[in-house]
């Protein structure tokens, strides 16, 4: 695991893009999950209202995420070391955040039983 991330060639790079665009389909997908309980409510203000039409969701978090993705692949493919390197810090900030949202989204699913108690 360790290697996994120190290392930032251009074929871990690749894993990380897709490890990072599979946790923002999986935020996603948990998000209009938690929101269709009437339990929750969106707290990311950019997304507020975006949430309101699945469709748009989908467009926004799955498939312009995946053009965006391959394209910076394309890019980080002609890089050198040091821009590898770069690119390898933003990558591991970024799945570092959305693996805690994605482990957030988890736990309020594991608790719903509870809440639905609850309420």
Known sequence: MISFI?????????KKLIL???????D???????????LFQEINIFMVSVVESPLISIILKIILPAGTLNYLYKRIRLTDAKQLRAAN?????????????N????????LLPFLYNMA
């Open 28 to 38: 996603i997908l948990f998000t209009l999950a938690l929101l269709r309980t009437g």
């Open 103 to 110: 482990l957030s989204h988890i736990l309020w699913v594991l």
């Open 89 to 101: 810090i933003g990558l591991l900030i970024s799945l570092t955040l959305y693996s805690l949202v």
């Open 6 to 14: 120190k290392t930032y060639n251009i074929i871990n790079i690749r």
């Open 20 to 26: 990072l665009y599979i946790l923002n389909v999986s």
